[in-house]
């Protein structure tokens, strides 16, 4: 058999057809609506997730931004903003990503107003598709113990739950490239 060669290129804009969503690489220019959304709903992110504690300001917000463009230059993270009707609506981090063994990791978060209705579920379905176009095999989803919506997205993208710590409990689902 073939092997498929690997090409560690970062996804390119997702849009949903008709739908008005769209999952597209984090953008400075939207950094005041995500900075609005955060600091709107600080104590309820802040439950399963440590980095809202480090938005304080509009300026903490550019500086994540800034970092986050550096990432995706350099491999190291790809960070993706979700719209729906060209509102703001969450975020996806494709990070941890582990050339060697082709694996990488999903953190994202999404607002409230915007849950309930599958776009985290969708979205992390076309970036595992893109992912695996690329030649990524392994997705993970790392949460903590108490989230169990998060743990209902793992489950509703068909991942396994392979290893649980005090704290998280790890998902993983194969992908398989297309060819």
Do not use: C
């Not at 176009?133 to 993970?140: M, S, V």
């Not at 993208?157 to 710590?165: A, I, N």
């Amino acid at each position: 058999m073939e092997s498929q060669e690997f090409t560690p290129l970062a996804p390119s804009d997702i849009y949903f057809g008709n739908s008005g969503v769209s999952v597209r690489k984090q953008d400075a220019r939207h950094a005041e609506s995500v900075f609005e959304k955060v600091q709107a709903q600080k104590e309820r992110l802040q439950e399963f997730l440590s980095w809202p504690v480090h938005i304080n300001t509009l300026e903490d917000q550019l500086s994540f931004s800034r970092k986050a463009d550096m990432q995706w230059a350099a491999g190291q993270a790809y960070h993706f903003q979700i719209f729906k009707d060209e509102i703001f609506a969450g975020a996806i981090s494709i990070h941890s990503l582990n050339y060697q063994a082709r694996s990488f990791e999903f953190g994202y978060w999404l607002d409230s107003e915007s849950e309930g209705n599958g776009l985290m579920t969708k979205s992390l379905q076309l970036l595992m598709t893109a992912m695996a176009e690329r030649g990524w095999i392994q997705a993970k989803i790392r949460t903590p113990l108490q989230n169990i919506r998060s743990q209902r997205v793992a489950q509703k993208l068909g991942m396994t739950s392979d290893s649980q710590t005090e704290h998280f409990k790890t998902y993983t689902k194969p992908l398989f490239p297309q060819i």
